[in-house]
């Protein structure tokens, strides 16, 4: 059974014997833990997919923690001013080219890419607020392998997300903590944070908005020691979301279904790692 540590409040991680424990404390003897150092800012890799955002960017770039060392703008073949707008306003960004479509394939180009000892991921389109970074490393300096935002959690909230949104992803979430006995608050949100070394545990092979999802089924399914913090999600700022919620709802449930514990199907074509 996967070990999972959920952050249900601002009191911290809690473990599951349920005992309280200060957020500043590390957690009690993790799989695999941090080094004992402080963040510094080569460890950090921010990686952000972006089509179209050129409006959106200056708001992101321009909030970004000193604790990130290296941003990583993965861009769709935007047809407006995104990547001329991203190096005027954060002249070192590395700006790289996705080979192909989709926000999984993005992610994945841009993981592959990263060269800090954590990456962190998270939308282009002033959704999510850079400000909670360091929240995120926190957790994984402190022992944590994988690092989730929660909307859904005391701290956290949305201002965006509607009625349907909000049932669709209750009913996924719920099959996700049936399917692998976790207790999961939020499931189809893409602000997280890994340990690069765990990459090919998280076996990513997902092309569209599913890879979160997909993230978070295979950390459960290698043992990863997982924290989710609160965080707000916040209305886009500019422009149309490129997220469908009947279709990319029913890809993510067909990566569950296909990938639940002993599902005897024949895997789906895969793309690999690389883009």
Not at 160 to 177: E, Y
Not at 203 to 224: N, Q, W
Not at 230 to 238: A, G, K, T, Y
């Amino acid at each position: 059974m996967s070990t999972h540590q959920t952050l249900p409040q601002s009191t911290g991680p809690r473990p599951a014997d349920q005992s309280d424990r200060r957020s500043t404390d590390p957690p009690p003897h993790p799989m695999r833990r941090a080094e004992d150092r402080a963040p510094t800012r080569l460890a950090v890799s921010l990686v952000v997919p972006a089509l179209n955002e050129a409006r959106n960017i200056p708001w992101v770039f321009e909030q970004i923690p000193d604790c990130v060392g290296e941003v990583l703008l993965i861009d769709g073949d935007s047809y407006d001013a995104t990547v001329r707008v991203a190096t005027q306003i954060l002249p070192t960004v590395r700006s790289i080219p996705q080979s192909g479509k989709g926000k999984g394939n993005a992610l994945r180009t841009g993981f592959l890419a990263a060269r800090g000892d954590y990456i962190v991921m998270m939308d282009a389109d002033g959704s999510m607020s850079p400000a909670e970074i360091p929240h995120f490393v926190h957790f994984l300096e402190n022992g944590y392998d994988f690092v989730k935002g929660s909307r859904f959690v005391e701290g956290g909230g949305s201002l965006d997300i509607t009625r349907f949104r909000r049932l669709g992803n209750h009913a996924l979430l719920a099959l996700v903590n049936r399917l692998y006995d976790a207790t999961l608050t939020d499931l189809c949100y893409g602000f997280c944070a890994f340990r690069r070394t765990f990459l090919d545990q998280l076996d990513l092979h997902a092309t569209g908005f599913e890879i979160e999802t997909e993230m978070i089924v295979h950390a459960l399914r290698s043992g990863l020691r997982i924290a989710e913090v609160p965080s707000l999600e916040l209305p886009r700022r500019n422009g149309r979301s490129n997220l469908h919620a009947i279709s990319d709802g029913r890809r993510v449930l067909r990566t569950l279904l296909s990938e639940r514990p002993g599902a005897m199907a024949s895997p789906a074509p895969r793309e690999g790692n690389a883009p």
